[in-house]
Nanobody, 125 residues
Framework: QLQLVESGGGLVQPGGSLRLSCVASGFTSVNYAVSWFRQAPGKDREGVSCITSSGSGTMYLASVKGRLTISRDNAKNTVYLQMNNLKPEDTAVYYC??????????????????WGQGTQVTVSS
């Protein structure tokens, strides 16, 4: 059973940066793609970035391209989301999710079998 734990959220001013981490455990293989989703109050959960199992391929939501960077260190079973130039509209609970496949299949939440508990990101002055 794959377990995911996020960390790194917090309160940051507009224009600031945060780095989220997603640590995986309970799985001997790294053959899973990982996505970051976010959910703001009253809104649907949306996918913001995905990385393939090898780390060689990535996908981004158009509105975050150039500001968010996803990466992974398979030796540490960890996926990161570096968030720069944060905006108030980035405020949400951020979740990481794993899909037992090698490649990014998109941002449909139903495609992901495993989810973390979420970490709050608040962008406010």
């Amino acid at each position: 059973q794959l377990q995911l734990v996020e960390s790194g959220g917090g309160l940051v001013q507009p224009g600031g940066s945060l780095r989220l981490s997603c640590v995986a455990s309970g799985f001997t293989s790294v053959n899973y793609a990982v996505s970051w989703f976010r959910q703001a109050p009253g809104k649907d959960r949306e996918g913001v970035s995905c990385i393939t199992s090898s780390g060689s391929g990535t996908m981004y939501l158009a509105s975050v391209k150039g500001r968010l960077t996803i990466s992974r260190d398979n030796a540490k079973n960890t996926v990161y989301l570096q968030m720069n130039n944060l905006k108030p509209e980035d405020t949400a609970v951020y979740y990481c999710a794993a899909d037992l496949g090698l490649y990014c299949s998109g941002f449909a939440p139903s495609e992901y079998e495993y989810w973390g508990q979420g970490t709050q990101v608040t962008v406010s002055s």
